[in-house]
């Protein structure tokens, strides 16, 4: 009987143990980021590591900005986010990675970074987007 309780407390504690890895959200590897179709591409791709911003301590959410942590992480074009073209507004496809005084835009963070002494950080044009 004991024994019979031990093996049904394991089985169960395995079931809950894969049932949570499966619902653990994994983060891509290196990507390189570009337009979302539709958008022409005006610039090179960028590379983004999530393995170097892991290390650095930044939370998922500082960038995915709209993410509960066991929701679908959404990409920054997903329809109703920013879908735009152009520069201008909330919307725009270009503010969610260049917007200056957000934290969740890769421009925005890297330059207060900056300003507080970050040497590694790339804020040129360039840097992100190689010739
Ligand atoms: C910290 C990295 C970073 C820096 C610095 C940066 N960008 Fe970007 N930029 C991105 C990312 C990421 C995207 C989205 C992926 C893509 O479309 O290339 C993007 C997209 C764009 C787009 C829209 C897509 C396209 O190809 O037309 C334009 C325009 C653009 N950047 C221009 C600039 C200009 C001009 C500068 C300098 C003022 C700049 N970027 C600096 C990361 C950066
Ligand atoms: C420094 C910003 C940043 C951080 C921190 C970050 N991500 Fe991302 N993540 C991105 C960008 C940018 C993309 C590409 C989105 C796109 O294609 O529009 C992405 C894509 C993803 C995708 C694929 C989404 C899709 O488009 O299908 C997943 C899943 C994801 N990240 C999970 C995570 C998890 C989990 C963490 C924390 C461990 C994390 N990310 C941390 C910026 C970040
Ligand atoms: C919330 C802050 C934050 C955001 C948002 C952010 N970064 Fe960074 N980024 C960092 C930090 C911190 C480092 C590491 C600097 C160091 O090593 O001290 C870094 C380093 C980098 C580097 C140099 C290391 C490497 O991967 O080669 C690149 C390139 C880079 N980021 C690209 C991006 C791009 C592209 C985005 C947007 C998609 C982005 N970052 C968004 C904080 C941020």
Known sequence: MHRFIMTTMTLCVLILASALAWAAVEA??????????GMKASKTLV??????????KVECATCHH????????KSCSYAGCHDQPGKKGETAFYVAFHA?????SCLGCH????????????VSCKACHPK
């Open 47 to 56: 590379d983004f590591s999530h393995d170097k911003h892991g290390e650095a």
């Open 100 to 104: 200056k005084k957000s934290e969740a």
């Open 28 to 37: 891509p590897a290196d990507l390189k980021l570009g337009p979302p179709e």
């Open 111 to 122: 330059k207060i970074l900056k300003k507080s002494g970050n040497k590694v950080v790339p």
């Open 66 to 73: 709209t993410w509960n942590g066991t929701s679908e992480v």
